[in-house]
């Protein structure tokens, strides 16, 4: 088991460092592949009005002119030993982790990340809860009473889910839960969770419920479908003849069989939301991640984007990582290979 942790940490490492390259390679390489110069790639920090020897002087202060692989070991290393940052009339310290400096806003990307990231938090993983929860749940008993009411009605409800996006169900929702009957907060609502957890939960109600209905779907299809193939195996046939109870049999053999493809978009699905739920955000007015990103690409700010980026690629590989080692608990068979 330690071998394979082992493994699957330094896989994990390599392949934050691989993203590091496609992403740098996204926004510094294919620009001057497209035919940008230093100079017009230094335009975007400083102001309209800025003459050709400024444009000029700024590149050199970022470092355009230097080669390729000194540009990204220099943006690399950055990222854990800090920087300084040469704004002409003052030099700016960037700590480590350093994501970059926004030369629109004056700040470093990294406070402003930490200052988001709580609202993020807490929306993708109160959601994440109720969408497996409810999902894996009305999957399971869908499998088990296949062909009956209850299956059509929840597969039905569930084709609803996945067909209907965000910013319809939520605003649908706002309109009627919150502006209407006045039971959830309004849009914008948000209160740190130390300092009033109660109000932390009420505020985020409608959101964790919209954004786990458009999931919870797609988790109750998948286990409906999983539960359906694996309650057909021979070794649940075996286990009934045992004389075990029909509970025993269902959840630790039926379910246990199902639960590797759930495991694998679960990590993805969280992933990505602890990235920024953009729709999500944007929808209910939160100023986590994902409304911090659409700021950042309508400001054209580099900075804040590939600060986003860098944080959004850990989580997704985070996420993988713990989902490869779940897979060693819900199945040995993965441990022995």
Known sequence: MLTYIVRRLIASIGLLIVVSMVVFAIFY?????????????????????ATP???RIMAERLGFYDPIHTQYWNWFKTIFTGGSIDMGTSVEQCPAPCFGYSYRTRTAV?????????????????????????????????????GSFFDRAA????????????????????????????????????????????QWAYALLLPWITLAFLFSAQYARLTRSGML??????????????????????????LRGALT?????????????????????????????????VDAIQNQDLPRILGVTMLAAFFIVLSNLLVDLM?????PRVRAK
């Open 327 to 331: 897979y060693a608990v819900v199945d």
């Open 261 to 293: 493809p759930i495991l694998t978009i679960f990590g993805l699905d969280v992933g990505l939301l602890l990235g920024g739920a953009v729709l999500t955000e944007k929808t209910f007015s939160l100023n986590g991640l994902g409304k911090y990103t």
């Open 155 to 198: 597969m039905s409800l569930a084709l609803a889910g996945v067909s209907l996006p965000i910013y319809f169900t939520g605003l649908i929702a706002l309109s009627i839960f919150s502006y209407t009957l006045h039971w959830t907060a309004p849009g914008g609502s948000y209160t740190p969770f130390m300092q009033n957890p109660a």
């Open 229 to 254: 193939e694996t309650m057909g195996e021979d070794y649940i046939r075996t286990a009934r003849a045992k004389g075990l109870d029909e509970r025993t049999v269902t959840l630790k053999h039926g």
């Open 53 to 55: 020897e400024t444009v």
């Open 110 to 146: 990294w406070p402003d990340l930490l200052d988001r990231a709580p609202v993020t938090f807490s929306l993708a993983i109160g959601a994440a809860m109720i969408w497996l929860i409810g999902g894996v749940a009305t999957g399971i008993v869908s499998a088990l009473r296949r």
């Open 29 to 49: 390489i294919f620009p001057r592949l497209a035919g940008a110069t230093p100079e017009t790639m230094a335009t975007r920090y400083v102001g309209r009005t």
